[in-house]
C-alpha cells in the first residue's frame, strides 16, 4: 500500500476545520449496551367464551358457614387434592371476594382466573368469606364459587383452606396451565 501525500494546504484545511483536538489518555473504550426498548406484551382481550362451560353432574348440596369444600376434576389422582390442601403447590396469587355481591363477584372471579392462567399461575388463593352478614346465615358467594370452580374450564382442583389462610371461608384452587406454557395439565 502507498503513502498518500497531502499537500501542505489540503493539510492546513484539515487542521482549520478539525480544530483544536487532544491527545486520548487511554486506550480502552466503554461500550454501553444499547437501550433496547422493552417487550410490550401483546393485549388480550378477555376470552369471549364463556369460562364456566363444565357441566356439574349431580346437585350440590348447599353449603353452611363451616361447611368444608373440595373438588377434583375427573382423571386426577386423590392425592393431587391431599397436597393441595396440605399447600405442596404454593401460591402464586389471591383474590378477596367477601363482601361483593354476587354478580360483582362472578365478574372480578373470572377476570382473577383468566389473568392467572394467562401468567401461568398454578395455585390460587380465594377469599369468599363465611357469609356471617348473608340472610339466614346461609352463605351466598361460597354456594356460589362452589358452583362457578366446578364449571371452570381451566379449574383442576379446590379445597377450603387451613384454618391460618380462612379456613371454611376461603378454598385454595389448582389451574390448568395455559397452552403457551406447553406443560401438562396434570397435577
Known amino acids: 500500500m502507498t503513502k498518500k501525500t497531502t499537500s501542505p494546504g ?38 369471549q367464551i364463556d369460562p364456566l362451560q363444565n357441566d356439574v353432574a ?37 383474590i378477596d371476594l367477601h363482601g361483593l355481591t354476587s354478580r360483582e363477584a362472578q365478574r372480578q372471579l373470572l377476570r382473577f382466573l383468566h389473568f392467572c392462567v394467562e401468567d401461568g399461575c398454578r395455585c390460587v388463593h380465594i377469599i369468599h368469606g363465611k357469609g356471617y352478614n348473608s340472610s339466614d346465615h346461609q352463605p351466598v358467594l361460597k354456594n356460589d364459587i362452589n358452583l362457578w370452580l366446578r364449571q371452570h374450564k381451566d379449574v383442576l382442583a379446590f379445597c377450603s383452606t387451613p384454618p391460618k389462610a380462612g379456613g371454611t371461608g376461603a378454598v385454595y384452587v389448582l389451574l390448568k396451565l395455559s397452552d403457551k406454557f406447553g406443560l401438562a395439565e396434570d397435577g
Not at 487532544?22 to 461500550?31: F, H, S
Not at 363451616?66 to 399447600?87: C, I, M, S, T, Y
Request: charge should be positive; aromatic fraction near 8%; hydrophobic fraction near 35%.
Open 10 to 47: 489540503d493539510s492546513a484545511l484539515f487542521r482549520n476545520t478539525v480544530g483544536k483536538v487532544r491527545p486520548v489518555a487511554t486506550d480502552t473504550l466503554v461500550l454501553k449496551p444499547d437501550k433496547k426498548p422493552k417487550p410490550v406484551p401483546v393485549f388480550k382481550p378477555l376470552e
Open 58 to 94: 349431580e346437585t350440590l348440596e348447599t353449603l353452611f358457614q363451616e361447611d368444608r369444600v373440595g373438588f377434583l376434576a375427573p382423571g386426577l389422582q386423590k392425592n393431587v387434592l391431599k397436597k393441595l390442601r396440605h399447600g405442596y403447590y404454593g401460591l402464586d396469587a389471591d
